[in-house]
């Protein structure tokens, strides 16, 4: 969280409510990555950006950059980080 930027609500509600605003903004904006589609620097659209195999036409649908493969060995890799 920025200080700088609470910092310029000199009134002490106003600061709450700026904070609450700002928490609700990240907490919306974490359910907007996850709905959206990924993107990847390296995604040509057809193939995993891991392991260059080709992902299924439904999975490109749903906006993925990753085989079912890597996608699971990411997930468990980002649980792990967060445990
Ligand atoms: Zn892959």
Redesign the pocket.
């Given at each position: 969280m920025d200080e700088t930027y609470i910092g310029v609500f000199a009134d002490e509600s106003d600061r709450a409510s700026a904070v609450e605003a700002i928490f609700n903004a990240e907490a919306l904006g974490d359910a907007r990555r996850k709905a959206q589609p990924e993107t990847h620097p390296d995604f040509d659209g057809r193939h995993?950006v891991?392991?260059?195999?080709r992902i299924p036409k439904e999975r490109l649908a749903l906006g993925r950059v990753?085989?079912v493969?890597?996608q699971t060995t990411l997930e468990h890799q980002r649980k792990l980080m967060r445990a």
């Open positions: 995993c891991e392991c260059g195999e990753r085989c493969e890597c």
